[in-house]
């Protein structure tokens, strides 16, 4: 099993190896060309980062990141492990949907990636809502939920269960996890054409909330796997202090 890990406070993503005999872990992108591991931004190899908190994978190997200070989606391709920026300004706060380098986030937290869509699914924290960027459409980021979403933490890649296309996301301040549905009113290529609705509230059962597809971690398997685990990451209030915790308790709002 091959993981991609957000080492946060060493801002740069690692990339861990877990074999029955031994485990190795080495730096897939970030934490820049000196000695030390320090904040940062550079495209590139090994390229920097800014307390990355979210990875998502696609099936091809391509990971994705949530470089949270630098206010930026990255992108670290297969094979070469080049670092890219795919879609905000380095350090440019706001709200923004648009293409790429138009797009603005304030403390993007958690990705998932759907690759059924090719969209990736962002937690933008103190925006209080939920982003959906499109790899194919030149990063193109449009908001899908800014109602009933303040202080996201989480989101999860949405999964299919009776019959319906749902995702999850953590809401830290109501400490709850809501359940949310997905409708496809047109094609999946631009993230502007997905909606997104609040199912009835209730108690999510163990079972569900562990959903193969439902994972929200600061880790991912290279390629996806559907034996990932749910985790969740403890985002930081302001300051740096990034960790993962075993165990997610999901309640109704």
């Known amino acids: 099993l091959i993981l991609a890990v ?13 074999g029955a005999a031994s485990s190795s872990v080495s730096t897939l992108a970030g934490g820049g060309t000196g000695s030390g591991h320090d904040a940062g931004f550079a495209d590139g190899i090994p390229g920097e980062m800014n307390l990355p908190l979210g990875v998502a994978a696609a099936a091809d190997g391509t990971v994705f990141v ?22 905000g300004q380095r350090e440019a706060v706001g709200n923004v949907d648009g293409p790429g380098v138009d797009a603005r986030f304030n403390w993007a937290t958690s990705i998932s990636y759907d690759e059924s869509r090719a969209m990736i699914f962002i937690a933008d924290w103190k925006n209080d809502n939920v982003r959906v960027v499109s790899p194919e459409a030149g990063g193109y980021a449009t908001t899908l939920i800014s109602k009933g ?69 600061a880790s991912v398997a290279l390629p996806p796997s559907a034996s990932q685990s749910a985790t969740l990451t403890n985002v930081p209030t302001e300051t740096p202090n990034a960790t993962a915790t075993p165990d997610a308790t999901a309640t109704s709002s």
């Open 6 to 18: 957000a080492d946060s406070q060493n801002h740069c993503v690692r990339r861990v190896v877990l």
């Open 66 to 87: 949530a470089d949270t200070l630098n206010r930026l989606i990255r992108k670290i391709a297969p094979v070469s492990h080049v670092l890219s920026t795919l879609a």
């Open 149 to 217: 979403v303040a202080s996201v933490r989480g989101v999860t890649t949405p999964f299919r269960r009776a019959g319906a296309l749902s995702f999850f996301v953590v809401l830290s301040e109501q400490n709850c996890v809501d359940k949310f549905e997905l409708k496809d009113t047109a094609t999946a290529t631009l993230s502007r054409s997905l909606t997104a609705s609040r199912s009835p509230a209730r108690t999510v059962s163990p079972s569900e909330a562990a959903a193969p597809s439902a994972s929200l971690s």
